[in-house]
């Protein structure tokens, strides 16, 4: 019974995300499951255009960094570097691709994008670049509010990910929460609002159902 009331009031939340994403400009969905999203994403994606994308534990969960390389030519990976100095270079290329998959930490119920980035390639491509954005969350990833986005992003999604990051030294590594630090390894660099997609329908939300990512 638990599980149905979940999934009901998924459904319910769902709908009335896209509902107010759709108002703010973007083309938005909402799957039950990761599977069907991955499908609708595909179709999306042209096969004969260019697509990259920025570090996401929710892209790696629901397997689609792994169809991507599998089936699509002309992805530009950055996993491919070998040296730092070409993992950036290749970030840079990313920002002008034809396609860019990315997550987001947070999502206001009234269809605010709130995301928070080290290095800043993740929201850069998200303003201007790709022709096409494709943003993908968890249902997990929405809440009430503009500020409880930024609330969420700062102090739950940010030291989470600062765990999985290598050889940086942040406060938030060892006690958890955000500490507003200065540190230069800082993973809070940009703090950005997407708050309407412009051009309209260029930038895609997929809602997805289920618990993913930080």
Known sequence: MLNISLEKRNDLLGTHVVKSLKQ???????????????EKIL???PKKESVSWGGSVTLEEIGLIKRVR????????????ITIADRYEIMQKAIFCDNYLTSVNAVSEDGQLVNVDGTGNRVAAMAFGPKRVIVVAGINKVVKTWGDAITRARTYASPANAQRVPNIKTPCLSTGTCEDCQSADCICTYIVTTRISRP?????????GETLGF
């Open 24 to 38: 703010r400009h973007f083309e938005a969905y909402y799957y039950k499951t990761s599977k069907e999203a991955v």
């Open 43 to 45: 179709e999306i994606l």
């Open 70 to 81: 599998e089936e699509y030519d002309m992805a530009v990976d950055r996993d491919k570097a």
């Open 200 to 208: 309209k329908g260029r930038i895609h939300v997929v809602l997805i």
